[in-house]
């Protein structure tokens, strides 16, 4: 599989998870640890499925602690934190510092063995930062008392998780994608143990509801990891990290043609300044050609 391949699989979970705040409403009001479950245990089933007619998927399970360790902490240590955010301190402040990430991937791949980091890179991060926060600035006047704190913490530090999961995943490249497959059943049982800690149950009402559902654990919190997978492994990873950017907006975009959400000019100069950024990630610096 050549990079640009890799990176253009890598490009389906950006689409995918632009879908995941549309489907979510569709939802309903099933708390989120419940939600969690459901979706990851569809999402895990999606790659158990595949080993009807692939039986070696399943040896991909045979991982040492590690690689258990880092899939396991990434899903499930992400959604728990991005979870403990949203609950402890305003959604707006909370995104905006959880869109830390795509940046935090950006300057951790020059970490990364035959990886180097070029200031169009750098820039377009930043560009693409820049268009987050004018997308979510323009949704109303941020709330910063000291009481949401540790809301602001849990978000900070589920950038760091995702972006390092990301970023390590291209460490353990020999690990067969399949094994994601694991990882998800895994936060599924994480998350049903953290919804009867802490939450009461509350099923689908209607058949639109069950239908969001099952659309949400094959595509955003399902599909959607194990390309980003192949993304992180084998794609260009720095790019891949500005055009996540593009997630965000993409979701408000479908939020205003499903009627969830008014199109604002706001959203036009957010997808102004990440499309800009995507494009200056791709700028490539001139070589010298001899005479």
């Known amino acids: 599989m050549t990079t640009r391949t890799a990176t253009s699989i890598g490009l389906i979970a950006i689409l995918l998870w632009s879908m995941l705040a549309l489907f979510t409403a569709a939802t309903g009001t099933i708390p989120p640890f419940q939600l969690n479950a459901m979706t990851f245990l569809i999402g895990g089933l999606v790659g158990v499925g595949s080993w009807i007619v692939r039986p070696q998927g399943l040896k991909a399970l045979r991982q040492k602690p590690v690689v258990w360790a880092l899939g396991i902490g990434g899903l499930f240590g992400y959604h728990a934190l991005y979870f403990a955010a949203l609950r402890w301190a305003p959604p707006a402040e909370s995104g905006l510092i959880n869109y830390l990430w795509p940046l935090l991937i950006v300057l951790f791949s020059s970490l990364l063995p035959g990886e180097h980091l070029r200031r169009a890179h750098i820039l377009g991060a930043l560009l693409g930062f820049a268009g987050v926060i004018t997308l979510i600035a323009g949704r109303g006047a941020f709330d910063a008392r000291a009481e949401y704190m540790p809301g602001y913490v849990c978000a900070f530090v589920a950038a760091f998780v995702w972006a390092g999961y990301s970023v390590l995943s291209r460490r353990f490249g020999q690990v067969p994608t399949d094994a994601v497959a694991g990882f998800c059943l895994m936060t599924s049982l994480l998350s049903l143990v953290c919804h009867l800690a802490f939450e009461t149950t ?31 492994k084998r794609g260009d990873i720095r790019f891949l990290g500005v055009a996540s950017y593009a997630t965000p907006v993409l979701s408000t975009l479908l939020l205003v043609v499903a009627g969830y959400a008014e199109p604002t ?8 300044l990440i499309v800009a950024g995507a494009l200056v990630a791709t700028l490539t610096p001139k070589r010298n050609v001899p005479a």
């Not at 969001?212 to 654990?217: D, H, K, Q």
């Not at 000019?265 to 102004?272: I, K, M, Q, R, S």
């Open 265 to 272: 000019l706001t959203l036009a100069l957010a997808c102004g």
């Open 202 to 232: 509350v099923w689908p009402e209607t058949t639109t509801q069950w239908l969001a559902l099952l659309a949400l654990g094959l595509g955003p919190v399902g599909a959607a990891f194990y390309v980003w997978d192949i993304g992180m």
